[in-house]
């Protein structure tokens, strides 16, 4: 079984952000590969890439969204 979770390392742990699916004591190989952030073009062309497929689903809002006070009062 492989599994591929994301951590931080802090401190000299490496913290992991989701739990694993393993039993007590079991042994794991771990290889790390280093994340590097996005720049500034990746994150554009990322979020027109996500508008393009959001333009592509066909759906639309009702012709009247609710405002922030009839939001606020759904419950």
Do not use: C, W
């Not at 390392?9 to 694993?20: A, I, P």
């Not at 979020?47 to 497929?53: D, K, W």
Request: charge should be positive; aromatic fraction near 4%.
């Amino acid at each position: 079984m492989v599994q591929s979770v994301r951590a931080i390392y802090e401190n000299g742990v490496l913290k992991l952000e989701e739990r694993l699916n393993l039993a007590e004591h079991q042994r794991v190989r771990v290889t790390v590969e280093r994340l590097e952030p996005a720049s500034k073009e990746q994150r554009a062309a990322a979020l027109r890439e996500l508008f393009r497929l959001a333009d592509s689903t066909g759906f639309a809002a009702p012709d009247r969204l609710p405002g922030r006070d009839e939001l606020h009062e759904r419950r």
